[in-house]
């Protein structure tokens, strides 16, 4: 009997869930471990209150004496709460999140020691980062980089340590981490954003991007988990029949959640509302096992940190209920897989949600321009849009029949659709008071009405419009959002500043009115962009032939995908946004090809491995079996063997056509890595695993799955599908 699965299966069936109970309101609760407003106004000087809240509110630099006030405060407060170590946290571009604990306790001479932390030890740190990826920006022997305190981001505790958000640059100020630029591209919107605001407002300072994550994943029995040594290395499975059942009953979702994953969400939100992340929704997902949470939206840069945050704590939390967290977008074949919507917004300092239809004719045209150079910032990049969420384990969702599709479109429901139409039709020029009144009464002015039975929910597109804020679908489960987010913000900066330098030239040479002038504009924009709006059904061949007609790309592949990070006009818009050098680029590109290569180079390592160390050794024992069998049929019956043993003569031959295909293409693999490997350019590299090693993964798979069906089942080594998804 193969006796990890077996041991494995046992161990869970018998595993009593542990209760978690909620003895404390959760609004109590709420942000008790971060160093927020609150604990601020409590341990800070009126001064270093202020010079904090100017950072975060005006970008203002914190002077070194307001540092060492911050800090001794900061430590002071998490000494109360038991802490006894420091760290700086920050998102290196390895996808997870990075901290190096420092306890505050120093010696100062004669045998006393004191808990020290000072202005220096929170505003900037070295840490050793000489592994970490950088994409050629820092040769070793310069391996210097640095974090500095990003002061827009609360501290927190975790467990024992005060963690403090920082950004991780190199020595020469290039970005090596998520939130640089991610805080330049916020910076960038902000300030395009309030640009075109003041055509309607004059009152607005300053605009803030929002983001609302919805965060899927698959809860699998730990036990089970590590029986698995492809989950174990690769965080999906590489091969195993499906289930008998599976989804096709559609009973799992939004179903009553099972015991075990209640106690875990419960414990998780807790852990959630300590660390101030306002989670609030928690329900089945469609596949079985596959949940998702989601949080109240925030400022995105808090957002992204908050989501990265709760990604490491997902999986801490799941260990104590004995349940391993998946977050790979496809951990299994033939159930759905896992992604993240970003839910995406513009709000201003003055309360107006810039996505969400106004109450009079000049805030719903305000809401149109912000709509409409939404649209076309879409429109002009979608293949960088695409690139944004490229990776290995995402392409498995996007154009592989799961959605939504690698083709970028915009989806806005039929209402607003007819508005665009309408407002197409605008005289070119200056408008007669005639069309001004109708177009502010009928077209404008409708639109508040027109939202609220707008409830039409195309879930097949990548990038929809969804009453008062965008969701971009597309993004990966275990995706870090700051890429995305610093892609979608800085298109749209760039957009809305070209958008103020178009209307401003009108009214400087024509002479329009404001709004004649942004009503010109808008025309104009709804003909160009037309072609990224889609709302008809994304999944279908017809719309991948549609799109090609429209010169929209269609790039399955991340190594395909990602060259539109790396083309002139990407480059240009991201140094003119002032998000990203050519050299971080250029950087990024590099360090998302070399991911990709790596990812599927050890995918190929551990599906050679397994096919050729667990499956085979497996056949080729069921096949003695067999083979035994039919010797003791042929003593028996002699001549007349054959016809008694009709059925065990085909599995064994079976078996041994299965065995052929598993290590012919085993070894056909090995080669391809091999040619792979010695490829110099990496972009050829990357097409190489993809299109010559990749493609062989299906067809080792095929065979180790056909013989899963064959072989006897206590014989198997690797825990099965049915075992993985609907033990609870
Ligand atoms: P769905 O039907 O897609 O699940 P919900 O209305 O439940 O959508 O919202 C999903 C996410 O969108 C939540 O995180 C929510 O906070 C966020 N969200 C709602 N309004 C906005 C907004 N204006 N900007 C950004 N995110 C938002
Ligand atoms: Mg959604």
Same mark, same amino acid.
């Given at each position: ?7 494995? $299966? ?18 109590? +609760? ?28 005006? %970008? ?48 100062? %001479? ?91 407002? *004059?009152?607005?300072? @300053? ?43 559609? =009973? ?99 309360? $107006? ?5 106004? @109450? ?86 409708? $639109? ?77 924009? #709804? ?12 999944? %279908? ?49 590099? #360090?998302?090809?070399?991911?990709? #290569? +790596? ?34 049929? *042929? ?45 110099? =350019? ?47």
């Amino acid at each position: 009997m193969s006796t990890l699965r077996f041991h494995a $299966i046992k161990n869970s069936l018998s595993y009593k869930p542990l209760i978690f109970e909620e003895k404390i309101r959760r609004s109590d +609760l709420f942000g008790e471990n971060v160093f927020n407003e609150n604990s601020m106004r409590q341990y800070l000087t009126k001064d270093a209150f202020e010079g904090v809240v100017n950072a975060v509110q005006h %970008g203002k630099k914190i002077d070194r004496s307001i540092a060492d006030q911050v800090a001794s405060s900061m430590r002071d407060w998490a000494l109360s709460k038991g802490v006894t170590h420091y760290t700086h946290w920050f998102q290196p571009l390895t996808g997870s999140t990075a901290e190096k604990h420092d306890a505050f306790f120093e010696t100062i %001479g004669d045998g006393v020691a004191i808990e020290k932390f000072g202005g220096g030890q929170l505003v900037q740190q070295e840490p050793d980062a000489s592994s970490f990826p950088n994409g050629g920006i820092r040769n070793t022997f310069e391996a210097r980089g640095y974090t500095a305190w990003d002061p827009t981001s609360p501290a927190f505790i975790y467990d024992t340590t005060l963690c403090i958000p920082t950004i991780f640059v190199a020595y020469t100020g290039e970005a090596l981490d998520y939130k640089t630029p991610l805080l330049r591209a916020l910076h960038a919107v902000d300030g395009a954003a309030t640009a075109v605001c003041k055509y309607f407002d *004059k009152n607005v300072k @300053k605009v803030t991007s929002s983001l609302g994550w919805e965060q899927e994943y698959f809860l699998v029995d730990k036990m089970l988990a590590a029986s698995r040594p492809d989950i174990a290395l690769t965080g999906r499975t590489l091969l195993g029949h499906s289930s008998a059942k599976g989804q096709q009953l559609d =009973d799992h979702y939004f179903g009553s959640i099972p015991n075990r994953a209640l106690n875990f969400m419960k414990e998780l939100e807790n852990e959630c509302m300590l660390l101030g992340i306002p989670v609030k929704t928690r329900h089945n997902e469609v596949a079985p096992n596959q949940f998702e949470l989601a949080p109240i939206y925030e400022e995105a840069n808090l957002a992204v940190d908050h989501n990265s945050l709760l990604m490491d704590i997902m999986g801490r939390v799941a260990s104590r209920h004995n349940f391993k967290v998946l977050l790979h977008e496809k951990p299994f074949a033939g159930v759905n897989g896992s992604g993240k919507h970003n839910n995406w917004s513009l709000s201003t300092d003055t309360g $107006i949600n810039l996505l969400a239809p106004g @109450k009079t004719p000049m805030s719903n045209l305000q809401f149109l321009t912000f709509f409409i150079n939404t649209i076309k910032a879409v429109h002009d990049n979608e293949a960088l849009l695409r690139a944004s969420i490229a990776s290995a384990s995402n392409d498995h969702r996007l154009g592989a029949n799961e959605a939504p599709p690698a083709i970028i479109s915009v989806f806005i429901g039929e209402q607003l659709t007819k508005v665009l139409e309408e407002l197409e039709g605008v005289t070119k020029g200056k408008l007669s008071p005639q069309e001004k009144t109708d177009l502010k009464l009928n077209v404008v002015g409708k $639109i508040p009405d027109v939202l609220l039975d707008n409830t039409d929910r195309n879930r097949t597109s990548s990038f929809a419009f969804t009453g008062n804020k965008f969701e971009f679908r597309a993004v990966g489960a275990i995706a870090n959002c700051g890429n995305p987010m610093t892609i979608l913000n800085t298109i749209v900066a760039k957009q809305l500043s070209d958008f103020k330098v178009e209307v401003d030239a009108l009214i400087a040479k024509k002479d329009l009115k404001k709004d004649e002038a942004v009503f010109n504009v808008i025309r104009e924009y #709804i003909k160009s962009s037309r072609n990224i709006l889609f709302e008809g059904n994304g999944y %279908g061949e017809l719309w991948e032939i549609e799109a090609k007609k429209r010169g929209l790309s269609n790039n399955k592949s991340t190594p395909e995908a990602l060259k539109a990070r790396v083309s002139d006009k990407s480059i240009a818009l991201f140094e003119e946004m002032k998000v990203m050098s050519r050299v971080e680029s250029e950087a990024r590109y590099e #360090i998302e090809v070399e991911a990709y #290569i +790596l990812h599927i180079q050890i995918e190929s390592r551990v599906l050679g491995d397994i096919a050729r160390n667990h499956i085979v050794p497996t056949a080729v024992k069921y096949q003695n079996i067999l083979i035994e069998n039919v010797k003791g049929l *042929k003593e028996i019956f002699e001549k007349d063997y054959k016809s008694v043993s009709k059925e065990q003569l085909s599995l064994i031959a079976e078996i041994s056509n299965h065995l052929e295909g598993i290590n012919s293409n085993v070894t056909k693999m090995i080669d391809q890595r091999r040619l792979a490997n010695s490829i110099e =350019d990496l972009g050829e590299k990357a097409n190489a695993y993809c299109n010559k090693v990749k493609p062989l993964f299906e067809d080792i798979r095929y065979h180790c799955d056909k013989l899963e069906l064959l072989v006897d089942d206590e014989l198997w080594p690797l825990t099965k599908y049915r075992e993985l998804l609907f033990t609870r």
